[in-house]
């Protein structure tokens, strides 16, 4: 728009100019659950990234780097969204026979947590107790 700014000369109300948009990501995770982050602050420029441990027991689900990458002209997008399994964790095989004694069940898990019991035969005692169970 053209104004006056005196009795001969117009002047234009502003200056057109053109400024680079700012591409950023959406802001990352403040916390991971089963995890923590590298960074105390996350910048969410282009190009930036920040990484993360998972806590033990836990394993990453994709790199443990995430970068904030363009998505399409205006905006960006993390590589990846952090994540942290638990590992699957399990024992060795138990025996499938004992020596003057019998297993209680005819099939033993070996996941975290699980157990079994043995008896001892007739005259025989347990050297420690009947259960077993599968620690981490």
């Keep these: ?22 591409l950023y990501c959406q802001p990352g995770p403040s916390s991971l659950l089963h995890g923590h982050l590298s960074e105390t602050t996350i910048t969410t420029s282009i190009g930036s990234s920040y990484t993360y441990r998972c806590d033990h027991g836990y394993t990453p689900s994709v790199s443990t780097r995430v970068e904030c990458m363009m998505k399409d002209a205006t905006m960006g997008k993390w590589s990846s969204q952090p994540q942290c399994n638990e590992l699957p964790l399990y024992c060795q095989p138990g025996p499938s026979s004992l020596l003057h004694g019998h297993l209680s069940e005819t099939t033993i898990t070996t996941s975290i947590g699980s157990s079994y019991t043995y008896r001892c035969d007739h005259g025989y005692t347990p050297s420690v107790s009947t259960r077993v169970e599968c620690m981490m």
């Design 1 to 22: 728009e053209c104004m006056m700014k005196d009795a001969t000369m117009g002047k234009w109300s502003s200056q057109p100019q053109c400024n680079e948009l700012p």
